[in-house]
């Protein structure tokens, strides 16, 4: 069964960039078709889809986010990152990688990390 | 995009049923039955237990069931058990390029 678990710092001070990580075990992003994302919940609000990337390197992005957020694969560590630039507090939130339902990234998610909360602040 | 609508939380006995409301537009919930509803339970991995309005995952129990009427998805808990208590989001595509719209989230207490 996959598992899947979120990595990073928890503390990042404003218009830094936030970089979390998701290492995915029991299963081998390159020999699976599926499209893998990262979502987040701010406090107090509703859950957000971010990013998803595809094994291959293909890339969708939520287009009010797309100018600050870059996703990337490293296969050979069967991991996947979320780089989001000049954060600011309203980027503040827990944050989750998923593992869509099949090879298109508008399905929903059936593996989750249990998620890494993110405070942005100096 | 706009977020869908979930009542804030919702209660029942063990054994009784309960029904969770997610409402949307005609532009998500109503115009696409690719909705969608997640388990979170503090601490574990959220959970996928509904997908395409009314399809379980394996390994879900056949106790949640789930509909769409109009511009409204329903997931519905049957046989409550302590273990059902947690917060229930649910999700649609809306079209366009992006993923879709999640709901607020509904706390489901057993009491």
């Known amino acids: 069964q996959l598992q899947l678990q979120e990595s990073g710092p928890g503390l990042v001070k404003p218009s830094e960039t936030l970089s979390i990580t998701c290492t995915v075990s029991?299963?081998?992003?390159?020999?699976?078709?599926?499209?893998w994302g990262w979502l987040r919940q701010p406090p107090g609000k509703e859950l957000e889809w971010i990013a998803s990337?595809?094994?291959?390197?293909?890339?969708y992005y939520k287009s009010s986010l797309r100018s600050r957020a870059t996703i990337s694969v490293d296969r050979s560590k069967n991991q996947f990152s979320l780089q989001l630039t000049s954060v600011t507090a309203s980027d503040t939130a827990i944050y989750y990688c998923?593992?869509?339902?099949?090879?298109?990234?508008?399905?929903?998610?059936?593996?989750w990390g249990q998620g890494i909360l993110v405070t942005v602040s100096s | 995009q706009s977020a869908l609508t979930q009542p804030p939380s919702a209660s029942g006995s063990p054994g009784q049923s309960v029904t969770l409301s997610c409402t949307g537009t005609s532009s998500d919930v109503g115009g696409y039955n690719f909705v969608s509803w997640y388990q979170f339970h503090p601490g574990k991995a959220p959970k996928l237990i509904i997908y395409e309005v009314s399809k379980r995952p394996s390994g879900v129990p056949d106790r949640f069931s789930a509909s769409k009427s109009g511009n409204t998805a329903s997931l519905t808990v049957s046989g409550l058990q302590a273990e059902d208590e947690g917060n229930y989001f649910c999700s649609s595509y809306a079209g366009g390029s992006d993923f879709g719209v999640f709901g607020g989230g509904t706390k489901l207490t057993v009491l």
């Open positions: 029991g299963g081998s992003i390159s020999r699976t078709t599926f499209y």
């Open positions: 998923a593992k869509h339902r099949t090879e298109s990234y508008r399905t929903p998610l059936d593996d």
């Open positions: 990337i595809y094994y291959s390197g293909s890339t």
